[in-house]
């Protein structure tokens, strides 16, 4: 079994930051891709940014250069750090992971989501 633990949301002012966590606990095995989604009132789940294991970071058009996403191996968790923080942004926030377990093709987990919202 494995699990997504999130943290970091909550309700910020436009122009706030917020930074969300997820650690992934539980039998873990190798995790290459992880990233954040997320999901607005009425809207279909949207991809926020992602990272390999071993690669460049890849982001949204909207959340280019106002959030950071990052990752600590060692603690299986990744992070994403959201500046300059818009109303638009308010939605549910999802992390994702792949993990290769054995004899499987990658397996994807999902964490329970964070609310975050931006308002005055």
């Known amino acids: 079994q494995v699990q997504l633990v999130e943290s970091g949301g909550g309700l910020v002012q436009p122009g706030g930051s917020l930074r969300l966590s997820c650690a992934a606990s539980?039998?873990?095995?190798?995790?290459?891709?992880m990233g954040w989604y997320r999901q607005a009132p009425g809207k279909q789940r949207e991809l926020v940014a992602t990272?390999?294991?071993?690669?460049?970071?890849n982001y949204a058009d909207s959340v280019k250069g106002r959030f950071t996403i990052s990752r600590d191996n060692t603690k299986n968790t990744v992070y994403l750090q959201m500046n300059s923080l818009k109303p638009e942004d308010t939605a549910v926030y999802y992390c994702?992971?792949?993990?290769?377990?054995?004899?499987?093709?990658?397996?994807?987990?999902w964490g329970q989501g964070t609310q975050v919202t931006v308002s005055s």
């Open positions: 994702n992971i792949y993990m290769m377990v054995p004899g499987w093709d990658p397996y994807e987990y």
């Open positions: 539980g039998t873990i095995f190798p995790i290459t891709d």
């Open positions: 990272i390999p294991s071993d690669g460049r970071p």
